[in-house]
């Protein structure tokens, strides 16, 4: 079943912070991060694993509720660069089968 | 590191032909690897998951004999859509992980670049 991500879509100016939720009606196991671009594949950006973690990648960080079953990814002092739609993937079994979310287009202006 | 090849990127065909998509990690060895079906400005729908040297596990509602996988080699995994039809077009993207099973789970997909297929 797939995770449901909010919000759909966030319009940013360089500089600002936005934070992306991602929850599931599943316990996880584990909640990773992706970042892909129009016409590109998607990009790993970072694995949360259960124990409620918190992990980082530059000024994009992420944490996981494992008791709440959801993760946020924040981006902080967004950059042009982080352009793009987020899709966080769901493993809901030990096998690391991933469910993805629809996605959060995020957009950054200068 | 972590170097997923997709080919063809783009294919155009008739109705009623076979596709065969190619999946490759060029620098380490993929005892895993997924297949996804996406559609314009939507999410990543898991079809199937490859492991080397056995048959796929496909996920409820993806037709084994229309959408046939082989993993053959530690690097290699093919898709061939059967006698494609135009209900058939989609963007087509394949990931790679290392290892099989409960222990490398936690391990990251690396995708290819996809490939569109339309079928006229």
């Known amino acids: 079943q797939q995770p449901v991500q909010s919000p759909q879509a966030v319009i940013l100016r360089e500089g600002e912070d936005a934070v992306i939720n991602c929850s599931s009606s599943?316990?996880?196991?584990?909640v990773h991060w992706y970042r892909q671009k129009h016409g590109e594949a998607p990009v790993f950006l970072m694995i949360?694993?259960?124990?409620?973690e918190q992990k980082g990648h530059e000024k994009i960080s992420a944490s996981f509720n494992e008791k709440k079953q959801q993760s946020s990814l924040y981006l902080t002092a967004s950059q042009l660069s982080y352009s793009g739609t987020y899709f966080c993937g769901t493993g809901t079994d030990s096998w690391g089968k991933l469910q993805f979310g629809a996605g959060t287009q995020v957009v950054v202006t200068p | 590191g972590a170097v997923v090849s997709q080919h063809p990127s783009w294919v155009i065909c008739k109705s009623g032909t076979s596709v065969k998509i190619e999946c490759r990690s060029l620098?380490?060895?993929?005892?895993?690897m997924f297949w996804y079906r996406q559609f314009p400005k939507q999410s990543l729908m898991l079809m199937a998951t490859s492991n080397e040297g056995s048959k796929a596990t496909y996920e409820q509602g993806v037709e084994k004999d229309k959408f046939l996988i082989n993993h053959a080699s530690l690097t290699l995994s093919t898709l061939t859509v059967t006698s494609a039809h135009p209900e058939d077009s989609s963007f087509y993207i394949c990931?790679?992980?290392?290892?099989?099973?409960?222990?490398?789970?936690?391990?990251?997909?690396?995708f290819g670049d996809g490939t569109r297929l339309s079928i006229l």
């Open positions: 599943k316990a996880l196991y584990s």
């Open positions: 620098d380490f060895q993929a005892t895993t």
């Open positions: 990931s790679a992980r290392v290892g099989q099973g409960r222990s490398y789970s936690n391990q990251p997909q690396h």
């Open positions: 949360l694993l259960k124990g409620g």
